[in-house]
């Protein structure tokens, strides 16, 4: 809760800074980014949280081997996508020395993903967030605060018209998710000693690419029914209102992040009682999972539904025009916490393979419905077009795991 309150925080305090359309560089490619790191991932993240309780079992070699060759095999994939992005921005906005910041940051804030979830994964939820998410976030608002006490720049001024600003925050934002990465090694596990990263052996090489090649082109698809629509909105309407549709984003994101967090705590039971094909012992512990995220998020979502300009006029009064846009993507988180982690319980059942299918049929439908609704609805038609995309497909997961499990009843 903490991290989330700082990640809050800092997105007030840029917004009231630069303003709407100063801000909008920094959000567009923060949100870019973060959207763009599990798919960066190759997976490996999904694949850790579920293997490592497993490897526990075994011993702490085992699992010290297993993450660092993972950090070197999701390190060069990121570095790799993060290319991709950097030509993306040279393309699209102009070649300039800052769009390396891109793929650095993509690269670095996988790794921090994945010491997260690997600490999850061994039974230790809190560390998970504290090292995956509170200490990146609480850097970057110490340098936020920093940057708004010492800086001139006001809103409407050059420095912050021209994106200079944003490419110093992008700067401190890259460095705090290095610094994250490195502090792992005071979490007090034994797992995170020796040596950072490791080439792995050929057998392992070879199965975590092709476990994780269904979860990377699921990924890919799911990054692409952000990452399209937002290029579709930023073609069809005005810089102001990209900035305040991204940081209607970011308050929603702040929500998947604090679900994440509750859902990993069970992470660990599901994984197991998957393993052992204990249909039982995994509804009570995917129950729980929901019924805690309800518990917790369920009341300031719907704070959040009912009074979203309160919440937008907080980053400044031009914000106020994106409250519907939160209010529809609030809404859609609260559907999402009732459905569960449905995705990852997908992975953790080891049928990850049907990810791409269902990941081809969220894309689809996202950028229909965003190209036909963007246009005339601007922000608005986004989040229909998009959030209506990905609860469908959740609910046809979630519809296609408990007919495989009745299924197997039988047998």
């Not at 700067?171 to 950072?196: D, K, N, T």
Request: glycine letters at 10%; one cysteine or more.
């Amino acid at each position: 809760m903490a991290g989330a309150a700082m990640q809050f925080l800092n997105t007030i305090l840029i917004a009231r800074k630069l303003g709407d359309e100063g801000s909008s560089t920094f959000f567009f490619w923060s949100a870019i980014i973060m959207t763009s790191s599990p798919m960066a991932s190759y997976g490996l993240e999904q694949l850790a949280l579920r293997d490592v309780p497993r490897l526990q079992l075994k011993g702490v070699t085992n699992v010290k081997s297993y993450l660092a060759g993972v950090r070197l095999i999701s390190l060069a994939l990121a570095f790799a996508i993060g290319l991709g992005l950097f030509i993306y921005a040279g393309v699209s906005d102009g070649w300039a020395s800052w769009n390396l910041l891109i793929p650095l940051a993509l690269a670095a804030m996988t790794t921090v993903l994945i010491n997260g979830e690997v600490l999850k994964g061994l039974s230790h939820p809190v560390k998970g967030m504290f090292f995956g998410h509170f200490i990146p976030v609480s850097l970057f608002t110490l340098c936020v605060l920093l940057f708004v006490s010492i800086s001139t720049v006001t809103p409407g001024s050059t420095e912050a018209l021209d994106g200079t600003a944003c490419i110093w925050l992008l700067l401190m934002w890259f460095g705090c998710f290095v610094a994250a990465s490195l502090s792992v090694r005071f979490s007090g596990q034994p797992e995170f000693h020796g040596a950072r990263f490791v080439m792995p052996d050929t057998a392992l090489v070879k199965t975590l690419l092709k476990e994780g090649r269904s979860v990377f082109i699921g990924g890919i698809f799911g990054a692409l029914s952000f990452l399209l629509p937002l290029a579709l909105l930023k073609e069809f309407r005005p810089q102001e209102e990209v900035s305040y549709v991204t940081t209607a984003f970011r308050i929603s994101i702040l929500f998947n992040i604090l679900s994440v967090a509750i859902h990993s705590v069970f992470a660990p039971r599901i994984s197991r009682a998957a393993e052992v094909h204990d249909g039982k012992a995994l509804f009570i512990a995917y129950s729980k999972a929901v019924s805690f995220s309800l518990l917790a998020l369920g009341p300031p979502l719907i704070i959040g539904i009912i009074f979203p300009g309160l919440i937008m006029k907080i980053f400044g009064n031009s914000f106020v025009d994106g409250a519907n846009t939160l209010r529809l993507l609030l809404a859609a988180n609260l559907i999402t916490l009732i459905l569960g982690p449905v995705l990852q319980l997908l992975v953790m059942i080891g049928r990850n393979k049907h990810l791409p299918i269902f990941g081809a049929f969220k894309l689809v439908l996202a950028v229909v419905g965003t190209w036909i609704l963007i246009p005339k609805f601007g922000g608005v038609g986004m989040v229909v077009g998009m959030s209506g995309a990905f609860l469908l497909e959740e609910i046809v997961v979630l519809n296609y795991i408990i007919a495989r499990f009745r299924k197997m009843k039988r047998t």
